[in-house]
């Protein structure tokens, strides 16, 4: 069934009548119109009325003594009525549209499965034995709430500690835009014993160790010995799905981000495609997004953030790590007193722990325009995607309704609560896979109290987990947030689907081709100020691509996801936020072609 959004143009308009004032309100409400008929009436004059101009054209006059006038409806009511069917039919489009989407395969790692004590699955916030190793009855009565979804099975999960569960049920509301939650394809997370997450957890621990470092020596001219020994030993892992420039990790392609969507020619699901999106690769490693002010009307935002001071690194004690496993109340972290723009692996975690403005500050960015006589509120005027309807026109622009930056912004706090429904289902009733902190747990006993857990022996021969021993004393994962992960498991990454959604409805309504104009970067030598970037071009939508991939590496660079958490994440949001262009387009009015736009992995579609 398909839906014209022109076949019904225009709004009914309204006369206003005198009206005597009434003796009583019991003979206003008896009227011929009808008390009821009243209050429908009174319904068109709402806040939403007002601010598009209604109140405006409505004559209004009074004589002496007269306190009230009321509406009266002169005009044919099948106007009304041809609105009102409208809206039913486009209503009934995009749920019928909606259902014909088929339900992909889910395929999981297996590891709940093939490990009888749960070691390979998600189980924190439940209690745990001295070796971290989960009270199977708890674990049960969470595997049965998310089996039954019945509210009060949730109510019995058998919890260790004092922090709750994230979100468990969200993931069953019944969302009224864009597809269902399980219509949208991962591939399985990566298992437990085999050498991709050995890889992952490299990484991370020289993430770890390089927190300190700022991102000006992730430079392929650095000199600095730890990036290099990361880089030499991440090329020596064939397994490892990060970035690499001409097959190799270099410097300049260190802890940058990736895509990692499903493999369409397998009809399994199971097959993992790894991309590298464009822009992420080019340039300063952090996204111009988060070094410009935020225009804010006739305020802004600056750009400069909170972080961590060096050396604020947790879990690396096993009881502190024991306790945040059992759900316990965890250490507190020591700000920095001076804020600054992002320059270190630290400040980058940090900013994606307590995210600011990101994506909505996106927006004002790049659509409030460039004020030479105020420089710190104003943006950089992006043009508007070129299939916006009144790019040309003559007589008119978009607003809150639809085509404009408010109209986006809508859209983007609303694709946020969708892609967390979406990547919270994939949490909770699919995979529930193991976080970082928890297999850091399984190398640290290996080695200390000599368990045989499955890891593969990379992590063991590691020159991060030798070098991280040296400084930390200890074989646990270093962290950078004192809580360790929130209390839901671990793919796919939350914060990269709401990345995901968001930087896909910017490109949607974005020039991607724009050449964002006088960028720039962190000061080396004073990272309270950015001085001017020289190289490359920058585009809006390389610029979009990066802010993504920072936001959904940050939490990795706290120590909370495995990189294909991050990366699957953000395929999963681009999925949800297509599907929600699909189900707002069908209402428009406008006369309309469709959003144009590139996906992470470079294809154009046309929603």
Same mark, same amino acid.
């Given at each position: 069934?398909?839906?014209?959004?022109?076949?019904?143009?225009?709004? +009914?308009?309204?006369?206003?009548?005198?009206?005597?004032?009434?003796?009583?309100?019991?003979?206003?409400?008896?009227?011929?119109?009808?008390?009821?008929?009243?209050?429908?009436?009174?319904?068109?004059?709402?806040?939403?009325?007002?601010?598009?101009?209604?109140?405006?054209?409505?004559?209004?006059?009074?004589?002496?003594?007269?306190?009230?006038?009321?509406?009266?409806?002169?005009?044919?009511?099948?106007?009304?009525?041809?609105?009102?069917?409208?809206?039913?039919?486009?209503?009934?489009?995009?749920?019928?549209?909606?259902?014909?989407?088929?339900?992909?395969?889910?395929?999981?790692?297996?590891?709940?499965?093939?490990?009888?004590?749960?070691?390979?699955?998600?189980?924190?916030?439940? +209690?745990?034995?001295?070796?971290?190793?989960?009270?199977?009855?708890?674990?049960?009565?969470?595997?049965?709430?998310?089996?039954?979804?019945?509210?009060?099975?949730?109510?019995?999960?058998?919890?260790?500690?004092?922090?709750?569960?994230?979100?468990?049920?969200? &993931?069953?509301?019944?969302?009224?835009?864009?597809?269902?939650?399980?219509?949208?394809?991962?591939?399985?997370?990566?298992?437990?014993?085999?050498?991709?997450?050995?890889?992952?957890?490299?990484?991370?621990?020289?993430?770890?160790?390089?927190?300190?470092?700022?991102?000006?020596?992730?430079?392929?001219?650095?000199?600095?010995?730890?990036?290099?020994?990361?880089?030499?030993?991440?090329?020596?892992?064939?397994?490892?799905?990060?970035?690499?420039?001409?097959?190799?990790?270099?410097?300049?392609?260190?802890?940058?981000?990736?895509?990692?969507?499903?493999?369409?020619?397998?009809?399994?699901?199971?097959?993992?495609?790894?991309?590298?999106?464009?822009?992420?690769?080019?340039?300063?490693?952090?996204?111009?997004?988060?070094?410009?002010?935020?225009?804010?009307?006739?305020?802004?935002?600056?750009?400069?953030?909170?972080?961590?001071?060096?050396?604020?690194?947790?879990?690396?004690?096993?009881?502190?790590?024991?306790?945040?496993?059992?759900?316990?109340?965890?250490?507190?972290?020591?700000?920095?007193?001076?804020?600054?723009?992002?320059?270190?692996?630290?400040?980058?975690?940090?900013?994606?722990?307590?995210?600011?403005?990101?994506?909505?500050?996106?927006?004002?960015?790049?659509?409030?325009?460039?004020?030479?006589?105020?420089?710190?509120?104003?943006?950089?005027?992006?043009?508007?995607?070129?299939?916006?309807?009144?790019?040309?026109?003559?007589?008119?622009?978009?607003?809150?309704?639809?085509?404009?930056?408010?109209?986006?912004?809508?859209?983007?706090?609303?694709?946020?609560?969708?892609?967390?429904?979406?990547?919270?289902?994939?949490?909770?009733?699919?995979?529930?896979?193991?976080?970082?902190?928890?297999?850091?747990?399984?190398?640290?006993?290996?080695?200390?109290?000599?368990?045989?857990?499955?890891?593969?022996?990379?992590?063991?021969?590691?020159?991060?987990?030798?070098?991280?021993?040296?400084?930390?004393?200890?074989?646990?994962? +270093?962290?950078?947030?004192?809580?360790?992960? &929130?209390?839901?498991?671990?793919?796919?990454?939350?914060?990269?689907?709401?990345?995901?959604?968001?930087?896909?409805?910017?490109?949607?309504?974005?020039?991607?081709?724009?050449?964002?104009?006088?960028?720039?970067?962190?000061? +080396?030598?004073?990272?309270?100020?950015?001085?001017?970037?020289?190289?490359?071009?920058?585009?809006?939508?390389?610029?979009?691509?990066?802010?993504?991939?920072?936001?959904?590496?940050?939490?990795?660079?706290?120590?909370?996801?495995?990189?294909?958490?991050?990366?699957?994440?953000?395929?999963?949001?681009?999925?949800?936020?297509?599907?929600?262009?699909?189900?707002?387009?069908?209402?428009?009015?406008?006369?309309?072609?469709?959003?144009?736009?590139?996906?992470?992995?470079?294809?154009?579609?046309?929603?």
């Amino acid at each position: 069934m398909s839906v014209d959004p022109n076949s019904h143009q225009g709004f +009914p308009s309204i006369e206003i009548t005198k009206v005597q004032q009434p003796q009583s309100k019991k003979r206003l409400f008896n009227r011929s119109s009808g008390r009821r008929s009243f209050l429908k009436g009174a319904g068109l004059f709402t806040t939403a009325g007002v601010v598009a101009g209604v109140a405006g054209t409505i004559p209004l006059s009074l004589k002496e003594g007269e306190g009230l006038v009321q509406a009266q409806d002169v005009v044919d009511k099948s106007r009304y009525s041809r609105l009102h069917e409208k809206a039913y039919r486009v209503r009934v489009a995009a749920a019928k549209a909606n259902q014909e989407i088929p339900i992909p395969p889910h395929p999981t790692n297996g590891d709940e499965e093939r490990y009888p004590n749960k070691i390979g699955s998600d189980s924190r916030g439940l +209690p745990h034995n001295k070796l971290g190793e989960v009270d199977l009855k708890a674990y049960e009565s969470l595997t049965k709430a998310v089996t039954t979804g019945n509210h009060d099975d949730f109510e019995k999960v058998i919890l260790g500690g004092t922090r709750k569960l994230v979100n468990a049920q969200g &993931p069953l509301a019944i969302s009224l835009e864009g597809c269902n939650v399980v219509q949208v394809a991962v591939p399985p997370p990566v298992a437990l014993a085999t050498p991709e997450r050995a890889a992952e957890a490299i990484e991370l621990y020289w993430q770890a160790l390089l927190r300190d470092v700022p991102f000006h020596k992730l430079q392929n001219n650095t000199d600095d010995p730890l990036v290099l020994a990361a880089v030499e030993e991440l090329n020596k892992l064939s397994a490892f799905k990060g970035p690499r420039q001409n097959g190799r990790v270099t410097p300049q392609t260190l802890f940058r981000g990736s895509v990692t969507y499903v493999d369409k020619s397998d009809k399994s699901g199971i097959t993992a495609k790894h991309i590298t999106p464009s822009g992420v690769l080019v340039g300063p490693h952090i996204s111009q997004f988060v070094l410009l002010n935020i225009p804010w009307g006739v305020q802004y935002i600056p750009p400069v953030i909170r972080t961590a001071l060096p050396g604020n690194d947790f879990l690396t004690d096993y009881e502190e790590w024991l306790n945040v496993q059992n759900g316990g109340t965890p250490k507190s972290i020591k700000y920095d007193p001076v804020r600054r723009y992002i320059s270190t692996i630290r400040d980058l975690s940090e900013y994606s722990h307590a995210p600011g403005a990101s994506f909505f500050g996106a927006s004002l960015i790049l659509g409030t325009a460039r004020n030479a006589n105020d420089p710190f509120s104003g943006g950089i005027g992006a043009p508007l995607n070129s299939g916006n309807p009144f790019v040309k026109s003559k007589t008119q622009q978009g607003g809150n309704g639809s085509f404009a930056v408010g109209h986006l912004q809508a859209l983007l706090n609303l694709g946020i609560s969708r892609a967390i429904r979406a990547s919270y289902w994939q949490k909770f009733y699919v995979h529930r896979t193991l976080r970082p902190e928890a297999y850091g747990g399984l190398v640290h006993n290996n080695i200390v109290n000599k368990t045989q857990y499955p890891v593969h022996k990379d992590i063991l021969n590691s020159k991060a987990l030798a070098q991280s021993f040296s400084k930390f004393g200890s074989y646990l994962l +270093p962290h950078g947030y004192p809580e360790g992960s &929130p209390i839901h498991s671990s793919y796919v990454g939350g914060a990269a689907s709401i990345a995901g959604v968001s930087a896909t409805l910017l490109k949607a309504y974005f020039d991607e081709d724009f050449v964002i104009p006088n960028p720039v970067v962190p000061d +080396p030598n004073d990272p309270t100020k950015v001085i001017p970037y020289t190289g490359e071009p920058l585009t809006v939508g390389g610029e979009l691509n990066k802010l993504a991939t920072n936001y959904a590496l940050g939490r990795g660079h706290g120590g909370i996801h495995w990189r294909t958490d991050g990366s699957a994440g953000l395929a999963l949001g681009e999925e949800i936020a297509i599907s929600i262009l699909k189900d707002e387009r069908l209402g428009y009015n406008e006369k309309f072609d469709g959003f144009t736009f590139t996906k992470f992995d470079g294809t154009k579609v046309t929603v």
